[in-house]
T-cell receptor
Framework: ELKVEQNPLFLSMQEGKNYTIYCNYS?????LYWYRQDPGKSLESLFVLLSNGAVKQEGRLMASLDTKARLSTLHITAAVHDLSATYFCAVWRGARFGNEKLTFGTGTRLTIIP | DSGVTQTPKHLITATGQRVTLRCSPRSGDLSVYWYQQSLDQGLQFLIQ???????AKGNILERFSAQQFPDLHSELNLSSLELGDSALYFC??????????????FGPGTRLLVL
């Protein structure tokens, strides 16, 4: 069974600093998603990573995928308070693996401190 | 505003009861997904429909069922409710199937409390 692990679970960082959230998954999969969730709110899709070496960037966030290592990273550059949220990665296994299914990581609660 | 609507926003009911959650996808989106978020289980994918047909099944209990109607709206039916079913239920939609790797757009969620 596919397992998706994120670390750290909690992260406090100062404004202006850089940091990385890691997402490891246990078996070969088709694609990887990153989502953001603000407290009490719904989820917002950030990135979809489709292939090995894929890199996507939006503002201060950059996501990458290494399918050989089964690892995705979400890098935060020069953090600002608005980035405080919980970030989830999720891994999709398509029909070629049997039952199509999306499996979420535990989430990383990010707090940006002024 | 993602364009995905869910009703009701809040639902309080008793154990053993049955409820129906409704989702209207963005205009033109063919895929609808259901998710459950709880403190115990985290965020879980329940089920996905594409153009009226079940496409993928996640950790959906047998007491739960869903369908997508010809107008593409979807309903999630939860029966024989237990305390542990209390959670936030999200619906999401995307234009095509997951194979295309498209972004999903999430609704605001329905918060279910089972007493």
């Amino acid at each position: 069974e596919l397992k998706v692990e994120q670390n750290p679970l909690f992260l406090s960082m100062q404004e202006g600093k850089n940091y990385t959230i890691y997402c490891n998954y246990s078996t070969t999969s088709d694609r990887l998603y990153w989502y953001r969730q603000d407290p009490g709110k719904s989820l917002e899709s950030l990135f979809v990573l489709l292939s090995n070496g894929a890199v996507k960037q939006e503002g201060r966030l950059m996501a990458s995928l290494d399918t050989k290592a089964r690892l995705s990273t979400l890098h935060i550059t020069a953090a600002v308070h608005d980035l405080s949220a919980t970030y989830f990665c999720a891994v999709w296994r398509g029909a070629r693996f049997g039952n199509e299914k999306l499996t979420f990581g535990t989430g990383t609660r990010l707090t940006i401190i002024p | 505003d993602s364009g995905v609507t869910q009703t009701p926003k809040h639902l309080i009911t008793a154990t053993g009861q049955r409820v129906t959650l409704r989702c209207s996808p963005r205009s033109g989106d063919l895929s609808v997904y259901w998710y459950q978020q709880s403190l115990d289980q985290g965020l879980q994918f329940l089920i996905q429909y594409y153009n009226g047909e079940e496409r993928a099944k996640g950790n959906i209990l047998e007491r739960f069922s869903a369908q997508q109607f010809p107008d593409l709206h979807s309903e999630l039916n939860l029966s024989s409710l237990e305390l542990g079913d209390s959670a936030l239920y999200f619906c999401a939609s995307s234009p095509q199937s997951p194979s295309s790797g498209e972004t999903q757009y999430f609704g605001p969620g329905t918060r279910l409390l089972v007493l």
